[in-house]
């Protein structure tokens, strides 16, 4: 009997530990578990901050770059109006081509500098431009003063006319006041280098 009830103690003993060392795994699985989910939620924490970073840059850089085309759109479009008229200048912005147009009476200047070549080769390049770049500077303001359209600049060259995009009764007086300053400001500017020619002729144009 002795024998048996300590067969049955040892028995009960190792039954007892046998579960206590089942719980301790159930225990340590579950906060395995546990601890692999809160490290996958944090995982995911973590990529989600990274996402929201990365789309954060990208949105800035896509601004950034938004900002860069439109600044370099002004600038064309400005490069544009300086170099063509400004309903021609529209016309090609709006639709891409501008359509021809006839003037039955316009009054077009063409100037030149005498002699600009062998001037050019007594001057800088880097002079020599912001020379020309003063004196165009102001045939604009003359020519805008007086209601006339310039059109382009070719080397030495400056080209205006009168009476269009908007026809007018006053074109060849506009054009020829236009030139009178011109050259009574290259006169004034007393420069031996720079003397200045004017040829005025009106008719029909396209």
């Known amino acids: 009997e002795n024998l048996q009830l300590g067969i049955n103690i040892f028995i009960s003993q190792r039954i007892l530990l046998i579960q206590q060392e089942l719980f301790l795994a159930e225990k340590a699985t579950e906060q395995a578990s546990m601890q692999h989910k809160l490290e996958m939620k944090e995982r995911d924490m973590e990529i989600y901050r990274l996402r929201n970073v990365e789309l954060k840059n990208s949105n800035e850089e896509i601004a950034l770059r938004n900002l860069q085309i439109e600044e370099e759109k002004k600038k064309s479009e400005s490069l544009l109006r300086n170099i063509l008229p400004e309903v021609t200048a529209n016309e090609l912005l709006a639709k891409g081509s501008a359509s021809t147009h006839r003037y039955e009476m316009v009054t077009v200047m063409f100037s030149d500098f005498v002699e600009f070549t062998h001037t050019a080769e007594q001057m800088s390049p880097e002079r020599l431009v912001q020379q020309m770049d003063t004196f165009f500077r102001v045939f604009d303001e003359i020519v805008q003063r007086h209601g006339v359209e310039k059109i382009k600049t070719i080397g030495d060259a400056y080209m205006c006319a009168g009476g269009l995009p908007v026809a007018n009764t006053t074109k060849a007086e506009d054009v020829l006041n236009a030139a009178l300053e011109i050259a009574a400001y290259i006169r004034a500017n ?11 002729h009106t008719g029909q144009v396209v």
């Open 190 to 200: 007393n420069d031996p280098r720079f003397r200045i020619r004017i040829g005025i």
